[in-house]
C-alpha cells in the first residue's frame, strides 16, 4: 500500500474540492483532491451557469477569475414572464450588485489548470475511495489508483463529493438530521447551439408549465421545461421541446425563439435538502455534499462557494494557529447562509412552475405573488437582493 500524507484531504474535484484546495494553497496549506471521475468527463459536465457577486468577488481573489471577466457575461436584470408579459427586475438599480453568467464546467476547467500549474495535488480516476477514522485526529483516506491501493492521512477531510458522495452516507445517522423536500417535477434541459432568446435570463410560467431561457454566451443556449418527476428524455423528441419552448415563452413581440441544433439533453430532478450539521469529528461537507437546492435560484454552486470560503479560513486558522473555534463552528455559520437560499429556491420554484395539485384558490394566490413581485418596489427588492445573493458581510462571523 502506498502512503501519502497531507494537512487536508478533500474528496471531490467539482466547484466545492477545487476552489477548497485554491482557497487553501493561498494560506500556504497542503490538500490533495481525490475524484472518481476523470478529468475529461469533469470539465464536460455542464451544469449550473450564474454566479453571484460573491462567488465572481472570490474567483478574482482566488486568482482563477480572469478568463471570467473577459468571457462572462455579466447582467443586471432577469425578466419574468406570465400572461404574456414581461416583467424586469432590476437588480443592479435595487441592490448594486450583479449577476455573471460563466459555466460551471469552464470554472472547473480553470481551476484544475491553477491547481496542477502550481503543483497542487489532484488525483483522478480513483476507485473504491473510503474514509476512515474521522472523529479522529488522524483521518485517512483510502482508494485505488492505476489497481495500487493508497492511504492518505490528513488532519482534515473535506467532503466535497456531492449529492451521491460517499462522505456524507459515512456519518452514523444517529448524529445528523437530513431536511428532505422533493418536488413533484423535474427540468428537461437543453444546449442549443443558437443565441439566447434575451440578453438576460427569462423565468417564463404559462398555464402548460415554467420554461427558463438562459445561455452559456452569446451563441449558446441553455434552455429548460418543467416536466414530469421521472420523465424519460426518450420522450422529449427535438420537434417536442421546441413546440414546447415557443407555447411556454410566449413571446409575442417581446421575443422570438432561435432556434439551432440541440446539442445535449437530459431531465433534472428537482429537490430540496439539508444535512446538519455538515459536519462530524474531522469531516466536514461542503457543497452538494450537505445541501441540495433546485435549481430555478441558481443557488447550488454559489452556496458551495461560499462554504468553502469558510471552511478554507476556519482551516487555517486550526492548522496554522492552533485555533478550533471555526471549524467547531463552521456549520452553525454555514447554515445561515444555506437556509436562505434554500428558502429562497423553494420560493422562486413555487413563484413560477405550475403545480397540478394546486386549488383554484392556490393558482390565484401565487398569481397575486407574481403581480406584486412585478409591481411593488419592495417586492422586487427582495427578489433581486436573493438572487444576487446576501453580501458576505450579512453572515460573517
Ligand atoms: C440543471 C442544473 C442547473 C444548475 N444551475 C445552477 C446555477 O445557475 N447556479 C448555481 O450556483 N448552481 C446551479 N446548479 C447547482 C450546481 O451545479 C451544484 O450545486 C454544484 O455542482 C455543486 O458543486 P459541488 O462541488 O458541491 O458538487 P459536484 O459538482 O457534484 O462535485 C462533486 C464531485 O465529487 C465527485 N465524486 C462523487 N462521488 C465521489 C467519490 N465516491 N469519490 C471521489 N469523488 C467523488 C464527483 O464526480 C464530482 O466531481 C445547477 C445544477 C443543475 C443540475
Redesign the pocket.
Known sequence: MQKRRTQVGI?????????LSQLLAREGIDSIV????SRA??EA????????QG?IDMLGEAGVGARMHKEGLAHDGIELRFGGQGHRIDIKALTGRNVMIYG?HEI?KDLNAARIAEGGQIVFE?GD?RIHDFSSKAPRIT?THGGEPVEITCDIIAG????????RPAIPAEAITLYDHPYPMG?V?VLVDAPPVSHELVYSSTPRGFALF?MRSMTVS?L?LQCGPDEDIAEWSDDRIWEELELRLDGGSDHKLPKGPILQK?V?EMRSFVCEPMQFGNLFL?????H??P?T?????????A?VRRLSRAAADFLKRGRREGLDLYSQRCLKRVWRAQHFSWWMTTLMHSFDTYNAFERRAQQSEREYVASSAAGAKTLAENYAGMPWAWDED
Open positions: 474528496v471531490g474535484a467539482g466547484p466545492a474540492g477545487l476552489m481525490i475524484e472518481n471521475r468527463y469533469c459536465r455542464i451544469r449550473a451557469g450564474l454566479l453571484e462567488s460551471q472547473v480513483a475511495v482508494y466535497c463529493d456531492g449529492f451521491h458522495g460517499i462522505c427540468w434541459g438562459t441553455r429548460y437530459g433534472t461542503a457543497g452538494d455534499a450537505a441540495i437546492v435549481p435560484g441558481a443557488k447550488g454552486m454559489n452556496l458551495a462557494f462554504d
